[in-house]
Structure formats: structure tokens, C-alpha cells
């Protein structure tokens, strides 16, 4: 039996490593000149390394941490996350419902005092048709529109009353009045982030958790897919290569996936132009400084400030940087659909050098050591209203022709590493 991988991310790997149990050994295929997919990492001649966005592990899967663990030889830092919000001038902990110690007092008793109203529609079970609703019967009206909407619109580059609720689970902490009170007085709060702690490998960034499986498949590098045939159950590659399959993983994004396929009725095509993605513009700066922030990342709240998000990779694997430096990690998002790209992703390197010295975390005395940007064309699903219909089309369409979708951008969900690489052994399972 033939099985082809295509992609070379976790959840192909997911997929290899599944496999493998049984003794298969898939042909993977991978457009790009390296593996890894969102998880690879780049080292640069002056001994930066930056992953293709800020990644840590955060699993509490005992399995898959031991995999990780295996797959660096045991070789990663274990860190307790710290994570701070920049707001108007404002440095508070994260997240910011439960942390509003030191914000303007005429703000912090607004907040509060809508929550305590808000707590009888909360058990009447408000009407909720999508995220806003939900916000507003969570936290309120001034805390919504000040702290999660604002944030909301630049990651997910729409606005709040366009998406659903369905990606939510832990992901926005839901905090009682005791603990809104209990951060609104006091400056050290419980942490209650869905991340407590985390672990990275120590050497060569994020992508060494996948040195294990990468015997585990054939891999191709630089093949990338233009047409599949799932009649004739043939690929067609972008340098006139062909490769037949008996059994096809897919975990390349779905509405490139229903681009390729032949002959695929309109309807599907039209639903798959329906899904939304935001795009991700990467600046990585290094400095000659290693003590940034205590934070491992910070989230952005003014829409004037480029970045949605800054980490600090240094603060993951002091081999990261070379000695002595340190380094941020900017995130800009932008999407086909809602906010189109502007620009080349370089020239957004000089605004966010200059965003960084706004809010004080470049200071003038600093060597700027690093600086370069890269485009992540796919970066986190939109969850707007369209998604959910749109899904159901497509993947019913993928179903018919016996083609296995999986990982972040083949589910088309807002799935973490170890999601992807579960969902790629299931899909793999699904073959077997
Ligand atoms: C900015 C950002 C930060 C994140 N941070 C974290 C984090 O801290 N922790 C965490 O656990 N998760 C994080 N994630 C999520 C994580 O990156 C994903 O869950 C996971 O990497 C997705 O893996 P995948 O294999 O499903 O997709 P991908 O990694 O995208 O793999 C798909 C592969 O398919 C290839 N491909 C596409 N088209 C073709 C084609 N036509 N032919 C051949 N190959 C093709 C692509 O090049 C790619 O390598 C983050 C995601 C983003 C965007």
C-alpha cells in the first residue's frame, strides 16, 4: 500500500509516526526547502534563531510531552509562563480581567461594576449569537470593548460581531467577582492563564521536537502539488513530476487542497474561497541587551501600535541568541478577506522598531543587531460567521473523495502543535 503525506508539519509527522506503529513508511512531500511547516526554525549567520512564530509547548498530554521530550533527547527548558498586556501607556499582567490593579480608577470601577450587573444575565442564560454577545455577558460592556475587542480586531483582523464562539474553550479565562476584585486591589495575583508552564527544546529552536520522526517518512523537499486526480489517484508536481497513491493524508490548507483537486464542483469552490485565514507579517529584531522584559510575551491592546503580539525567544533557549542579546518577536496580522496586506513584510520592520521604542522596550542606548521579516501566508483560522457551513461543504466533498485532511489547516481549526500531530495520527489511523 501507498501512502502519501502531504506536508511536512506536525500533523504529517503526526501522520509518519502513526504509520510507523504498523510498519508503513509514507512518502511525504513538502513544498518548501525545509521541514517543519509552522514548527521550522531558522538560524541566521549571526546566531539569531527564530522559529516561523513564537512556539512553545504547552501540552498537558503526557504522550506527546514524552514524544517531544525523546525527540531532543530530553535536552529542553522547562519554563513557568510569564505574560504581560500593554495597554494605553500601561503594563499589566495577563490576563487583564483578573489583573486591573493600577489602571485608571474611573475604568477599573466601571468594569467592576458591570460585571456585578452583568452576573444575573450571565445565569439567565443570555441570548448569544456570536462573540460580542458573549463578551458582553462574560465581562460587560467597557471591559469588552476595551480589552478583547480591541485585541480581537487586530488578531483576528474582524471584528467581534462577525466570528463565533466556537474556538473559545479555555482560551478566555472566566474569571468570578472575588478574583476581578482580588486583581483590582492588589498588584500579585494567582496565575490563570491557560498556559502555566512550558517547555522548548535547548538547542535549535522549535523545530528539534521533530527530530525523531523524520526517518519515520520518505521526504520529499521542494514538491510542491498542483493537481491531484482522486479518480485516477494521482499527484502532479509544480516541475512536471507525477506520483501515484493508493491512500492520500493531506494537511496542506483546505482551500489550497480544493484548488488543486480536479474537476471540483462549484459549490465546494465556492465554499472553500469562504474560508478565512489571517496572514502573519514576522519581524524578528535582535539587540544587544538580554535583560528585555520579565515577560515571556506581551499582548498589544491600541490599534495605533503595529504588533498584536511581541515575544522574547531568547527567554526560551538562551541559544537562541548569541551571548549577551536578546531578542523580540513581532506578529502583524493581516487577512485576504477582511484586512488585505499593504505592503511588503520588510517594510514593516522600521515600524516596528519604532513601536518598540514607543512603549519602552528598545531603549536608544541599544544595538540593533537582527532585523528581518517573513510573510506566514496561513496563520490562524477566522472563526466567522461563514466558517462553519463553509467547513461542512468542503469537508463532506473531501470525504467523498477518500481524501484524509488533517492538522491545523485540514480540519481548519485553531489547533495547537500537539493537536495537529494528534490530528494527523488519526487521519492516518483513518487509512490504516
Ligand atoms: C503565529 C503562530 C504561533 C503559534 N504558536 C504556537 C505555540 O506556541 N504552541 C503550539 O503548540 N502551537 C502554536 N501554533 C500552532 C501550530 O503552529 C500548529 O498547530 C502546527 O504547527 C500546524 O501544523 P500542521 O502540520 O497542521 O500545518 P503546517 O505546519 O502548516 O504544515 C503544512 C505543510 O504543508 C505544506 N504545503 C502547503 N501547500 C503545499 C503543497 N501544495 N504541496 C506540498 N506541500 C504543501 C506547507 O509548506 C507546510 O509545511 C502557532 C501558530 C501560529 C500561526
Redesign the pocket.
Known amino acids: 500500500m501507498s501512502v502519501i503525506i ?9 501522520a509518519a509516526y502513526q504509520l510507523s506503529q504498523y510498519d508503513v513508511k509514507p512518502v511525504m ?4 526547502s525545509y ?6 526554525s531558522f538560524k541566521y549567520k549571526d546566531g539569531f534563531i527564530f522559529d ?8 498537558k498530554d503526557e504522550r506527546i510531552q514524552k514524544l517531544f521530550a525523546e525527540s531532543v533527547q530530553g535536552k529542553y527548558e522547562l519554563l513557568q509562563a510569564r505574560v504581560n498586556n500593554y495597554w494605553q501607556g500601561y503594563w499589566i499582567k495577563h490576563p487583564a480581567q483578573v489583573n486591573l490593579f493600577g489602571l485608571p480608577k474611573d475604568l477599573v470601577k466601571q468594569i467592576i461594576l458591570e460585571f456585578i450587573e452583568n452576573k444575573e444575565r450571565k445565569q439567565n442564560g443570555a441570548d448569544i449569537k456570536n462573540y460580542k454577545d458573549w463578551l458582553y455577558v462574560q465581562f460587560g460592556k467597557t471591559f469588552a470593548e476595551t480589552f478583547p475587542m480591541q485585541y480581537g480586531k487586530k488578531y483576528h483582523t474582524t471584528v467581534a460581531e462577525n466570528m463565533s464562539t466556537d474556538w473559545l474553550g479555555k482560551r478566555i479565562y472566566t474569571p468570578d467577582i472575588s478574583e476581578v476584585l482580588e486583581g483590582a486591589l492588589s498588584p500579585s495575583t494567582p496565575d490563570v492563564h491557560y498556559v502555566d508552564h ?1 517547555r522548548y527544546p535547548t538547542e535549535n529552536g522549535f523545530v528539534s521536537y521533530l527530530n525523531m520522526f523524520l526517518p519515520l517518512a520518505d521526504l520529499h523537499l521542494d ?4 493537481g491531484i486526480n482522486t479518480k485516477r489517484k494521482e499527484l502532479r508536481f509544480s516541475d512536471n513530476r507525477t506520483a501515484g497513491y493508493d491512500k492520500l493524508i493531506s ?3 483546505l482551500p ?2 480544493i484548488q ?1 483537486i480536479d474537476s471540483v464542483p462549484p459549490d465546494v469552490r465556492e465554499a472553500a474561497e469562504k474560508l478565512a485565514c489571517t496572514k ?1 507579517v ?1 519581524v524578528n529584531i535582535g539587540i544587544d541587551r538580554s535583560h528585555i522584559s520579565d515577560s515571556h510575551w506581551s499582548y498589544f491592546y491600541d490599534q495605533e501600535y503595529i504588533f498584536t503580539r511581541v515575544s522574547y525567544p531568547h527567554m526560551y533557549s538562551p541559544n537562541n541568541v548569541p551571548e549577551e542579546s536578546g531578542s523580540f518577536q513581532a ?1 502583524l496580522y493581516y487577512s485576504d478577506k477582511y484586512k488585505p496586506l499593504d505592503r511588503e513584510p520588510r517594510e514593516c520592520i522600521e515600524p516596528v522598531i519604532n513601536d518598540l521604542k514607543k512603549c519602552g522596550l528598545i531603549k536608544e542606548s541599544d544595538t540593533i543587531l537582527h532585523k528581518s521579516a517573513k510573510l ?1 501566508p ?3 483560522v477566522i472563526f466567522d460567521l461563514e466558517r462553519s457551513n463553509a467547513l461542512k461543504i468542503v469537508h463532506e466533498y473531501l470525504d467523498d473523495q477518500n481524501v484524509k485532511y ?5 480540519e481548519w481549526g485553531y ?7 494528534k ?2 495520527e488519526n487521519a492516518a489511523r483513518s487509512v490504516l
Request: one cysteine or more; a negative charge; glycine letters at 16%.
Open positions: 502531504i506536508g511536512a508539519g506536525m500533523a504529517g509527522f503526526g512531500f513538502e513544498a518548501q521541514y517543519g511547516g509552522h514548527t521550522a516561523d512564530g513564537p512556539h512553545i509547548s504547552f501540552t512550558f514538491s510542491k502539488i498542483i494537511s496542506i490548507p489550497e487542497l488543486v502573519c514576522l506578529e506566514v496561513y496563520a490562524n488533517c492538522g491545523r489547516y485540514g489547533h495547537w502543535t500537539d493537536e495537529s500531530f490530528s494527523g
